[in-house]
């Protein structure tokens, strides 16, 4: 695999294209200023509630300024990834981050006007003026909100209060990432600094000493500064706590519910369907454990490939897997995929001061672009095609919806990504050069279900817990934490892995922590995904069509009814059934090639 120095030295073609966001740095400032000129302008539509016509040039002139923003903040965002550090690019993010503060101040006015209506009042509006039916699902949804938002100036205090103090997550992160040492191993006989973004890698390494080693040193200091970082995760979930009570919902729990506008059925019934069926996933650990050979699966073992895959992958052949991968689903969505590859959409190499990671961010009016460090590996194939499926959501959603309705929900946006994973998997179960790249084709499915089902909804049952001792006016202390994580590991590692003091570190590195209840959306995502993919692949052309008809809805539907056109009630266990379900098979696939 070819090593780059820097960005100059990496080939344009795996750079990505974002000149359909702005051509130069005149159009930036361009837009810049038509941004700034319109939320002044939105200042003026104070008591636009009472007048159809105004309402609606209001919210004409509002969708246009977000878009507009987006444009602003995602180029900005972009290309600050791209290269770490630059003081311009800094100075860039910073300022469309400002442009946000001001527009949000700008708005306050609008959602308490609009609640201050009667049924009465607010029903006349879309009989004077029509042409308001199109925002009329958005309306609803802050109609809604009656009696959970707070008049103007309390919203305006309350944001920038938020704005100003929620760097929880950035304080905890830089500890970890930045300012610990966990100081060196020695690799093939050269000293190699352990740090977390290596530190899966060296997790990876065939000797065990080696992994030892790290890990021990790595969590070491961890725990070392674990009061820090429990005092940190504490105070973020305290605000979301305090928020909630201020909107007058009688806990954040309660307030993602409203917002998601889900029954708690929903999550109970996934975690108690999982959590009957642990012994599939202690049945992974058991095959881990017998495949690798070992006595004992023991916490620095975890991080071993089932089946290591010796093959190096350029990223042409990358773009060739996964066009045949995704073929099932059509030749429309083959070509939607092909335009990700075509028009650059992806920046693919690796260099010192990128950003580490993998994403994909797009806007109301442009598709999206995708970061990744691409290292050769299989991993780096998956990255493709998971972000590759929310690039083709996306192109999905913007061809069949208006600029305001252009956004997913998360509980919704890992189906498409998480689908694709599977048919991958499958692809190369069956089409793979050898056995090795068979196994490991199958081998990755089972990690990403460990880590988004299982692993999720541990972590989210944690994080519910967390919610739950702060709301009753406790505190997350190191302790409390480090016997929650400990407690729920054993719980569902059984008698498959042993365990050690140091899985009471678990929590600290978990980022979302910091991202109020986002793990349960996850272990929902990856169920669906399981359950359409295996459909698909059986040739059922119905739960095809529904799939394809999913992927353009929009955001003027909440998720249960974008569920609803898959045919899914988030509610009945059968879904979440079907993904354990399908977990085994891929364990039992597993076995037949290997025992070949």
């Not at 308001?132 to 938002?149: A, F, I, N, S, W």
């Not at 040492?181 to 065990?208: F, P």
């Not at 990255?383 to 929900?409: C, F, K």
């Not at 990403?448 to 989210?460: H, K, P, Q």
Request: glycine share 4%; with cysteine.
């Amino acid at each position: 695999m070819k090593k780059y120095k820097n960005r100059n030295s990496v080939e344009e073609k795996y750079k990505w294209d974002l000149t359909e966001f702005f051509a130069t740095e005149k159009e930036f400032e361009d837009t810049y200023q038509v941004v700034q000129k319109n939320i002044s302008k939105l200042k003026d539509y104070v008591g636009c509630t009472k007048d159809a016509n105004q309402l609606y040039d209001f919210l004409t002139l509002e969708i246009q300024t977000i878009a507009d923003w987006e444009d602003l903040y995602v180029y900005a965002y972009l290309m600050n990834d791209q290269e770490l550090g630059v003081a311009s690019s800094i100075e860039r993010k910073n300022k469309t981050e400002l442009l946000n503060l001001q527009f949000e101040n700008a708005i306050h006015f609008f959602a308490p006007e609009l609640l201050s209506l009667t049924q009465e009042e607010y029903d006349a509006l879309f009989q004077k003026n029509k042409k308001l039916e199109e925002y009329k699902p958005m309306l609803d949804q802050t109609y809604r909100d009656k009696g959970h938002v707070l008049k103007e100036e309390e919203e305006t205090i309350v944001s920038s209060l938020v704005n100003a103090m929620n760097h929880f997550d950035d304080m905890s992160s830089t500890i970890i990432n930045q300012l610990h040492d966990y100081g060196t191993v020695k690799v093939d006989g050269e000293e190699e600094v352990i740090a977390s973004n290596n530190y899966r890698h060296l997790m990876h390494h065939k000797e065990k000493k080696i992994r030892h080693t790290v890990r021990d040193q790595f969590q070491e200091k961890l725990g070392q500064y674990s009061t820090v970082n429990a005092m940190f995760l504490s105070s973020y979930v305290s605000m979301n706590d305090t928020l909630a009570k201020i909107h007058h919902f009688d806990s954040s729990w309660d307030a993602k519910m409203f917002h998601l506008n889900l029954d708690e059925k929903v999550f109970h019934t996934l975690v108690d369907t999982v959590e009957k069926h642990l012994d599939s996933l202690q049945k992974y650990y058991d095959l881990k454990k017998k495949v690798l050979n070992l006595k004992e699966l023991t916490p620095y073992d975890l991080s071993l490939e089932l089946s290591p895959n010796n093959r190096e992958y350029s990223i042409e052949d990358a773009q060739d897997i996964i066009l045949k991968a995704i073929s099932p689903l059509g030749d429309d969505y083959f070509h939607k995929f092909k335009k990700i590859i075509d028009n650059r959409f992806i920046d693919y190499c690796q260099y010192k001061g990128k950003c580490s990671g993998g994403y994909s961010f797009s806007t109301m009016h442009h598709n999206s672009r995708i970061l990744m460090s691409f290292n050769g590996e299989f991993d780096s194939v998956s990255t493709i095609a998971h972000e590759g499926g929310h690039n083709v959501h996306h192109q999905y959603v913007m061809e069949n919806n208006p600029l305001e309705y252009r956004d997913t929900a998360s509980i919704v946006a890992e189906v498409a990504s998480l689908t694709n994973e599977c048919l991958l998997s499958s692809y190369l179960a069956k089409n793979g050069r050898d056995k090795n790249e068979k196994l490991a084709g199958i081998a990755n499915m089972l990690d990403v279900i460990v880590s988004n089902l299982f692993g999720a909804v541990r972590e989210g049952k944690m994080e519910e817990d967390m919610y739950q001792m702060v709301h009753e006016g406790g505190t997350l202390t190191k302790e409390y934490l480090d016997q929650l994580s400990y407690d729920s590991l054993k719980k569902y590692y059984g008698n498959s892995v042993s365990v050690d003091d140091y899985l009471r570190n678990g929590w600290i590195t978990r980022s979302h922590f910091y991202m109020n209840f986002y793990l349960y959306s996850y272990a929902i995502c990856i169920s669906v995904a399981c359950s359409v993919a295996s459909k698909i692949l059986e040739g059922d052309q119905e739960t095809l069509d529904r799939y394809l008809s999913f992927l353009k809805v929009g955001g003027d539907k909440w998720p249960k009814e974008v569920y609803q056109v898959l045919g899914v009630n988030l509610e009945d266990e059968k879904v979440y059934l079907d993904a354990i379900h399908y977990f085994d098979s891929l364990l039992e696939e597993f076995n037949r090639i290997y025992s070949e």
